[in-house]
């Protein structure tokens, strides 16, 4: 079978051989996978002594191929969408609700890659992070479960509750890639009052066509930081409410330098963290897609595995909004 590896920090299509269920879980025969901007920090940053540890792809969307499983739910044929870690829930991160923190979260993972024609999942996966999916989707909506995961978590953390009436509150996203438009609307099926904000007009026409707007006369409750740019902390800061939280949920280039720490101490700013989605996330996700209580239609552009460095370079040079590999 074919799948990607980066070797001497170029993307490869390489052959290997099927996966093969030696214990409790499943293969998946992988329909397709969306291209994450973490694989793109991967690519970039890889060097010749982390690049064999490096797995591309986690936006897996597949059926079910072969099934060894005490989990009832799913069987042969079944098309599924999936997170690619999970959590022990015993140690003091998991008490502490710091699931991506867990040893075991940071170990497992799928095999060999999202962008391959087959993966393994063992039996956690299953139990965790699988979910089938609803048939009238696309497949490269199907891929937005572990994205839209992520975003449930960052506001969750930023103290929101799913079908609680959120209403009073107003959330600024600054940075309107494909995973800031994903945050405003994933705010908006919580019922946050939802803005967004890009340098680029061409970002914020798109986010004005799917209802989102930036009213620069605002000021705002919580901050979504989506754009991998340290600048982004100043605008957060012009806008965010005094009291109010900046939710910072990206990696950036640089750190910022000049740490704000008077005016995050006198206006008593609260900065918050998101990394990567609990289980409980990932199946808000699910029934969030698959109800179609937040639409992602239309957002991808396809590309054929051989050409995934294609679609790497295209996304680096922003050309595409967002790459879905098909396998």
Not at 11 to 36: H, M, N, Q, R
Not at 51 to 62: A, M, N, Q, R, S
Not at 126 to 151: G, H, Q, R
Not at 207 to 228: N, P, Q
């Amino acid at each position: 079978m074919k799948y990607a590896k980066l070797k001497n920090g170029k993307i490869e299509i390489l052959d290997c051989k099927k996966p093969e269920l030696k214990s409790k879980g499943a293969i998946i025969k992988v329909l397709g996978c969306g291209l994450c901007g973490s694989d793109l920090v991967k690519i970039k940053h890889a060097t010749k002594e982390n690049e064999d540890k490096i797995i591309l792809g986690h936006e897996v969307v597949g059926i079910i191929d072969e099934i060894d499983s005490e989990i009832k739910d799913f069987k042969i044929g079944d098309i599924v969408a999936l997170g690619h870690h999970y959590p022990c829930f015993n140690c003091e991160f998991c008490k502490n609700k710091s699931y991506s923190m867990c040893k075991t979260f940071k170990k497992s993972n799928i095999f060999p890659a999202g962008f391959a024609q087959y993966i393994m999942v063992d039996d956690n996966h299953l139990k965790y992070t699988v979910y089938k999916m609803n048939p009238s989707l696309k497949n490269d909506e199907k891929a937005f479960l572990e994205p839209l995961s992520c975003c449930i978590r960052a506001i969750e953390r930023a103290g929101y509750k799913y079908r609680e009436d959120n209403s009073d509150f107003n959330s600024l996203v600054i940075g309107l890639g494909s995973i800031g438009l994903l945050m405003l609307k994933a705010l908006k099926a919580f019922r946050v009052n939802a803005f967004g904000f890009d340098i680029s007009d061409e970002r914020q026409n798109l986010a004005m066509k799917h209802g989102f707007i930036f009213d620069e006369t605002k000021k705002y409750d919580t901050i979504f930081l989506t754009a991998g740019n340290s600048k982004t902390i100043e605008t957060a800061l012009k806008y965010v409410i005094d009291g109010g939280k900046i939710i910072v949920f990206s990696s950036v280039e640089d750190d910022l330098k000049g740490f704000s720490n008077n005016e995050i101490y006198y206006r008593e700013l609260s900065i918050i963290s998101s990394y990567s989605p609990a289980p409980n996330d990932i199946k808000l996700s699910a029934e969030l897609l698959n109800n179609g209580i937040v639409k992602v239609n239309n957002l991808s552009k396809h590309y054929t595995l051989d050409n995934l460095a294609v679609a790497v370079d295209d996304s680096f040079r922003n050309k595409i909004f967002k790459a879905y590999i098909e396998i």
